[in-house]
């Protein structure tokens, strides 16, 4: 049950920020996706330690991507507050 909590959490985040990605317009519309990233990273974490980090090796992969679209949220905060 844990597990479908931590997929699904994960899932609607993805989800809300492809909903979000649809109508960026500056760099304040990705700083918002890029929160909800980094709280998809906390839920992932917690969820991943309720399970004991045991998730074949899902949870990893899962925290892995987040922390990469992360990153590449901020780069292109950055890159959009350059060329204003």
Known sequence: MKKLLAVAALCL????G???????????????V??????AIGEMERARAANHYDMAG???KAEQLLRSAEHELNQAIE???AAR
């Open 34 to 39: 890029h929160n909800q990233v980094k709280e």
């Open 13 to 16: 985040s993805f989800a809300a």
């Open 18 to 32: 492809v909903a979000v990605a649809e109508r960026v317009h500056d760099w304040r519309d990705l700083d918002a």
């Open 58 to 60: 899902h949870g990893a």
């Open 79 to 81: 890159a959009s507050r």
